[in-house]
């Protein structure tokens, strides 16, 4: 099994809707990061955790809002979606006070 | 102007070619220098970490900082299809460096 877990894989939705999507790790770590991927842009930092009392914005978190509900669990939720938020977003954890992330396999968003 | 800098290529070798990767950075505070992999439909993993200038060998990889040009470099030796993969340099500050900076990705293919 994957060390961090993200579902759903793929996702298709209509401006509008509330998305939530889901984060969970075996890995033990306390930091726990979201980021969106696009083409020419890379990887962009949008939510951090560092505990579950603590979450930080991230570059680009406008539109988006997170829940660490444990320390194993991280979700990011787009309360109203709009097309400019198609993007692969990941989820990745990471040992305190090190740039070493572990990521998970990336949930493919298109809102239509 | 993007902090980090990429060539997206797509880079094009045969195999047992000597590959070279290449970002270029403006912010000088930058001290913690990686290298991720990212296989297709897969999150990055990452393939080399390192401090402040100099070099880091690890089998067929070597990474290069020279922070005086703000010029990395991973330098793949015998390059195999298997190394076929998008290539992403990332780097952080030293007072924060649970704060990636990534480049857009260098795509590679190595042709058998």
């Known amino acids: 099994d994957a060390d961090v877990t993200q579902t759903p894989r793929n996702r298709i939705t209509k401006t509008g809707k509330r998305i939530m999507l889901e984060c969970s790790q075996t890995?033990?770590?306390?930091?726990m990061y979201w980021y969106r991927q696009d083409p020419g842009l890379g990887l962009r930092l949008i939510y951090y955790?560092?505990?579950?009392?603590?979450?930080n914005k991230g570059e680009i978190s406008d539109g988006y809002s997170v829940s660490r509900q444990a320390q194993a669990k991280f979700s990011l939720s787009l309360e109203s979606a709009i097309p400019n938020q198609t993007a692969l977003y990941f989820c990745?954890?990471?040992?305190?006070?090190?740039?070493?992330?572990?990521f998970g396999e990336g949930s493919r968003l298109t809102v239509l | 102007q993007k902090e980090v800098e990429q060539d997206p290529g797509p880079l094009s070798v045969p195999e047992g070619a000597i590959v070279s990767l290449n970002c270029t950075y403006s912010?000088?505070?930058?001290?913690?220098f990686m290298w991720y992999r990212q296989y297709s439909r897969k999150g990055p993993e990452l393939l080399m970490y390192?401090?402040?200038?100099g070099n880091k060998e690890d089998g067929r990889f070597t990474a290069q900082v020279d922070k005086s040009s703000k010029y990395i470099s991973l330098f793949i030796r015998d390059s195999q299809p298997s190394d076929s993969a998008t290539y992403l340099c990332?780097?952080?500050?030293?007072?924060?460096?649970?704060?990636?900076?990534f480049g857009s990705g260098t795509r590679l293919l190595v042709r058998p």
């Open positions: 990745a954890t990471s040992p305190a006070n090190t740039g070493e992330l572990f």
């Open positions: 890995k033990g770590h306390d930091r």
């Open positions: 955790s560092f505990d579950v009392k603590d979450i």
């Open positions: 912010n000088s505070a930058f001290q913690y």
């Open positions: 390192t401090y402040s200038s």
């Open positions: 990332a780097m952080s500050r030293m007072d924060s460096s649970y704060k990636l900076i």
